[in-house]
């Protein structure tokens, strides 16, 4: 009998499946160590690495080990590091002034790797969380978070990281008309090319607790952060606030956390066409990570697979703890 064309069996998908050449032929998305940018710990000291117990793997450094981490992250070809402060207990503040403190421990750390690995391209984190005596990215007055007063501090805050030779100002704050004020402060002050990754969609998600022990903020924190992180139940809402953040001068717009918004990444991209990021955040590391070290699944296998997702779902690029673990698999296979 004649096959009919159009239909089984004329039209079999099996057959660009059946052997290693012709997956790789008709494969669609690609990984690339370009596509990584890898979240650094900072901590006082010098050659300290202080594991963090809910990220496996994951260390917070003195400045000194941050910049052998960046010379690592450059061998292996990584563009880009992100870095986050663990600020000392006693300067962790209501007024946050260690935040826009030019000498605080995250400047410190972004003047050290400029000077020792000139090409790496590095990105930094605006919010108050770090610094506040209370755990929030904002100012907390009589209990509210307010949002001019905090983006009048956030601007100092940029300024400062900016002047540290910061490449990639990283607000996380989630603050209303944060983007446009830096935007200003930077073309006014001489800073015209430090580009802004605007954390345009950021939900208020229980996937960053580890993050919140990593830089000490999670014990802290008072109350929730749901009257400025988004719900995560909205997503046209996540479209409005990154064409907002795109108006108000963002290079570059982030979705985060990422695993479970790939439907919000998606969308981003198809309606922006603008150089759109996730963040595969601390919880959905820590969970690859603690059911790999049961056996229970192939970290290995899963942290690929994880990434490509972000590639499939229309991103650019992606912040994840394994940034080095994957450069040097994806180095290997080159
Ligand atoms: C703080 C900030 C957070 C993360 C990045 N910047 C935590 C939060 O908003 O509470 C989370 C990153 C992660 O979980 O890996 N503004």
Redesign the pocket.
């Known amino acids: 009998m004649r096959p009919t064309i159009g239909q089984y069996p004329a039209t079999r998908f099996r057959r660009l499946r059946k052997s290693d050449a012709l997956r790789r032929l008709s494969q669609e998305n690609a990984l690339s160590v370009n596509d990584l940018i890898w ?1 650094i710990f900072v901590r006082e000291g010098e050659n300290i690495s202080e594991p963090v117990s809910s990220m496996p793997g994951v260390s917070r450094l003195s400045v000194n080990l941050v910049v052998k981490a960046a010379e690592e992250a450059a061998e292996l070809g990584i563009p880009a590091i992100c870095i ?1 402060p663990y600020t000392d207990p006693d300067k962790r503040t209501e007024d946050c002034a260690e935040a826009w403190n030019p000498d605080n421990i995250a400047n410190r750390a972004i003047r050290a790797v400029k000077a020792a690995v000139p090409e790496m391209a590095i990105m930094t ?1 605006v ?1 108050l ?2 610094y506040n005596a209370n755990g929030h ?1 904002g100012f907390v007055q009589d209990g509210i978070i307010v949002n001019d007063e905090t983006v009048e501090a956030l601007v100092k805050m940029t300024l400062a990281q900016a002047d540290a030779g910061a490449d990639i100002i990283g607000p ?2 989630m603050m209303d008309g944060r983007i446009g004020a830096m935007r200003l402060a930077l073309e006014m002050s001489g800073h015209k090319d430090v580009a802004i990754l605007s ?1 345009a969609a ?1 939900y208020a998600s229980a ?6 022990d ?2 000490g ?1 999670g014990s802290r ?1 008072v109350g929730d ?1 749901k009257t400025y ?1 988004m719900n995560p139940a909205n997503a046209d809402e996540a479209m409005r606030l990154i064409e907002r953040d795109l108006t108000e001068g963002a290079d570059m717009v982030m979705v ?2 990422g695993l479970p918004y790939l439907d919000i990444c998606r969308r981003a991209k198809d309606t922006f066409g603008a150089p759109t990021y996730a ?1 595969q ?3 959905e ?1 820590a969970m690859i990570m603690a059911a790999a070290e049961n056996g229970w699944i192939d970290g290995e296998k899963i942290m690929l697979e994880s990434l490509m997702a972000f590639r499939r779902a229309g991103c650019d690029g992606v ?1 994840t ?1 394994f940034a080095p673990r994957v450069a040097r698999i994806l180095q290997d296979k080159a």
Do not use: T, W
């Not at 996937?207 to 919140?212: I, L, S, V």
């Open positions: 979240p986050f984190d919010a969380d770090p990215d996380s704050d954390y950021k996937f960053y607790g580890p993050f919140r990593a830089v903020a924190l952060k992180q985060k956390p963040y955040v601390s919880g590391y912040l703890y």
